[in-house]
């Protein structure tokens, strides 16, 4: 069964950085996006950033471009998502999810079957 799991949300000030961790477990092999959403406060769920291995291809929302990375920490089989120069619309749950989109579909939730729990991020200002 395959599962997923993050961590690493918390409160940080305006224009400082978080590094959040997801953990999928169960997979039977790496042709699977690792996406992470997040949904802000009387919002949508929407794509953040995603890692296709299928593609081989990352994607990034315009909104976090050059302040997010996504990568790969293989040894410790996890996804990072590292975000710095927060800012307080990046507040929200970020849900890390894992499923085989096409691309054209790469930021949208109908795309990944497997969703974690989510964890707060919170930016003040």
């Known amino acids: 069964e395959v599962q997923v799991a993050e961590s690493g949300g918390g409160l940080v000030q305006a224009g400082g950085s978080l590094r959040l961790a997801c953990i999928v477990s169960?997979?039977?092999?790496?042709?699977?996006?690792i996406g992470w959403f997040r949904r802000a406060p009387g919002k949508e769920r929407e794509g953040a950033t995603c890692?296709?291995?299928?593609?081989?291809?990352?994607y990034y929302k315009d909104s976090v471009k050059g302040r997010f990375t996504i990568s790969r920490d293989r040894a410790n089989n996890r996804v990072l998502l590292q975000m710095n120069s927060l800012r307080p619309e990046d507040t929200g749950v970020y849900y890390c999810?894992?499923?085989?989109?096409?691309?054209?579909?790469?930021?949208?939730?109908?795309?990944?079957?497997?969703w974690g729990q989510g964890t707060q991020v919170t930016v003040s200002s």
């Open positions: 999810a894992t499923g085989r989109p096409i691309w054209s579909t790469i930021a949208t939730i109908g795309g990944y079957s497997r």
């Open positions: 169960g997979l039977t092999s790496d042709a699977y996006t």
């Open positions: 890692i296709s291995e299928a593609y081989d291809q990352l």
